[in-house]
């Protein structure tokens, strides 16, 4: 029995005439609806309306690779070194910007539409644990290849390539610790990150391990911005701090000039570190004191992953952690004496 136009909008939940301009590649469809409605198609049985040719879930072997912007400088470090990694296994690559959690959905409907086989997605929605998880698993159920650096979730079965943050921000305590310093702040961004709670939880185990009183006025939620580190610290030295973890090498930066337009000299009254160790950080004012990512290695290891996968090679779901490494400079000192 041939497939009527109005099997598949009932199926689909739209109208006939939204069928009709999807098979006929009518403009002014959203790539969510032609989603629905071709899904529809292939779950009908019999010839197509018309006589056209049943679609087909056929995938262009592209890997789209999704970051939240590109204004972070850790962003263009990871889109240079995976799409590296993919062209060296014969795959070709496109970079997508991604936008907000409540952006995203859109991007990932547009970029499944367009058919790509695969998609890595660096610190997109999957790393705000408020965040609906429906559209990743839509693509993952209708077969689409994916992986996620930053940012863990269980509730979703995939592969997750991730720094060891708690690690990270434990490092950069004791170091600061051992310059003396005892009122130590941590300018986070948004608390609802899962790489920010993982910081924090860090911070907090590192001071509690060095004997340290915990004072949670020392802990600013803030966003990932050297605007935000510059508006930290005055609040910072009212609380006695002497030195910060910042959550980005950016906050880092922001919190040296809101420090010296406090007429505070860097790093005699004020240390901080910072977090990713992008190229320019060894030339800031000071040489920023970091913890370095160890980048290569995570998207090599998500490229090799999606890679994999496309090949039918086996791969776990699961979290892989990569252990970060601390980069000292010259942002730090020994705590200056009263």
Not at 152 to 181: E, K
Request: hydrophobic share 45%; net charge neutral.
């Amino acid at each position: 029995m041939r497939v009527r136009l109005r099997d598949v909008a009932a199926r689909a939940g739209v109208s006939e005439a939204t069928v009709s301009r999807v098979l006929n590649e009518r403009p002014n469809v959203s790539a969510r609806t032609k989603a629905v409605v071709l899904d529809a198609l292939r779950a009908l049985d019999g010839p197509m309306p018309g006589g056209r040719p049943r679609p087909t879930a056929q995938r262009t072997g592209l890997v789209a690779i999704l970051m939240p912007d590109l204004d972070n400088p850790i962003f263009p470090v990871m889109a240079q070194l995976l799409t590296a990694r993919l062209a060296s296994k014969d795959h070709p690559s496109v970079i997508a910007r991604c936008g907000t959690a409540s952006e995203e959905p859109q991007m990932l409907e547009t970029l499944a539409a367009a058919g790509v086989a695969a998609m890595i997605v660096v610190s997109g929605a999957h790393a705000d644990t408020t965040a609906d998880m429906a559209p990743y698993q839509h693509l993952l159920d209708t077969g689409v290849t994916m992986a996620f650096v930053n940012g863990f979730r269980r509730d979703l079965v995939a592969p997750f390539v991730s720094c060891d943050d708690r690690h990270a921000a434990a490092l950069a305590v004791r170091h600061l610790v051992s310059l003396g310093h005892r009122r130590i702040g941590f300018v986070s961004g948004p608390h609802r990150h899962t790489v920010v709670q993982r910081k924090v939880a860090g911070y907090r185990a590192a001071l509690k391990a060095a004997g340290i009183d915990r004072d949670e006025s020392l802990v600013v939620e803030t966003i990932f911005s050297a605007e935000a580190g510059h508006a930290a610290v005055e609040g910072l030295l009212e609380c006695g701090a002497t030195a910060a973890v910042a959550a980005s090498d950016m906050v880092a930066l922001g919190t040296i000039r809101g420090a010296r337009d406090l007429g505070l000299e860097v790093p005699r009254q004020w240390s901080v570190t910072g977090y990713d160790d992008t190229a320019l950080m060894a030339y800031t004012d000071p040489p920023l004191t970091t913890i370095r990512q160890p980048v290569r290695a995570m998207c090599d290891a998500a490229a090799d992953i999606v890679s994999d996968r496309l090949a039918g090679r086996p791969t776990r779901n699961g979290e892989f952690l990569f252990r970060p490494e601390l980069v000292v400079r010259s942002s730090t000192a020994p705590l200056a004496d009263p």
